[in-house]
């Protein structure tokens, strides 16, 4: 099946720092990445949707000057989490998809952020 | 009201037992739907897709039910490997902005035990 590499897989960073998190598609064209966040024992939270090409589609309650994305190709999409704060510690995961509507997500490893 | 709902369970089972679980959706304009599994610290990972007239893969099937807006998944022959949390998954797709939303429901914890 398709492959979303996720990088890096752990990031460990002082408070005030900013982590910039990689999220490619290997075999497939993503026209759209998803980024979410998940803390300890609780579901998957949307953070933004970006399509190639186009801002990204924040989600209510998330500041798109903090969580900074760019959708720059179809392979590729980052999330910069930017003054990280300890509070800021997740999982953060990204999930690629093909255009086709009904067509599966394809997540990437995650991201596991711990902000010090 | 969440645009996905699941009851969060945990369910425990016995090995061996069937189990169900449902998830509900609220914007009618869903088109697609998706059942992942998400192990403990890791990466959701598909499991099935959910098909209008019911799809079946070995012991897992899925259903769906658009008028009552919602969709099950049937787990048969419970295996201690079946431990884990199910995602329910709604695609909507956003006409507005030309992309797709990918929804997902809280997910429901499953622990099978021996």
């Known amino acids: 099946g398709a492959v979303v590499s996720q990088h890096p897989s752990r990031v460990i960073c002082k408070s005030g720092t900013s982590v910039k998190i990689e999220c490619r598609s290997l075999?497939?064209?993503?026209?759209?990445m998803f980024w979410y966040r998940q803390f300890p024992k609780q579901s998957l939270m949307l953070m933004a949707t970006?399509?190639?090409?186009?801002?990204?589609?924040?989600e209510q309650g998330v500041e798109k000057d903090k969580f900074l994305i760019n959708h720059a190709s179809l392979t590729l999409s980052t999330l910069t989490v930017t003054s990280a704060h300890p509070e800021d510690s997740s999982f953060y995961i990204c999930?690629?998809?093909?255009?086709?509507?009904?067509?599966?997500?394809?997540f990437g490893q995650g991201t596991r952020l711990t902000v010090v | 009201r969440k645009e996905v709902e699941q009851d969060p369970g945990p369910f425990n089972v016995p090995e061996g037992a069937t189990v169900a679980f449902n998830c509900t959706y609220s914007?009618?304009?869903?088109?697609?739907f998706f059942w992942y599994r998400q192990d403990c610290r890791k990466e959701p990972k598909l499991l099935m897709s959910v098909y209008s007239s019911g799809n079946e893969d070995g012991r897992f099937t899925a259903q769906l039910n658009r008028a009552s807006q919602y969709i099950s998944l049937l787990i048969r022959d419970s295996k201690l490997s079946d431990s884990a949390t199910y995602l329910c998954?709604?695609?909507?797709?956003?006409?507005?902005?030309?992309?797709?939303?990918?929804?997902f429901g809280a997910g429901t914890r499953l622990a099978v035990h021996p």
């Open positions: 914007n009618s304009a869903s088109q697609s």
């Open positions: 998954v709604v695609i909507l797709e956003m006409f507005s902005g030309g992309y797709n939303k990918l929804i």
């Open positions: 075999d497939f064209q993503a026209t759209t």
């Open positions: 999930s690629a998809k093909h255009s086709l509507l009904n067509t599966e997500a394809f």
């Open positions: 970006s399509n190639e090409g186009s801002k990204a589609t924040y």
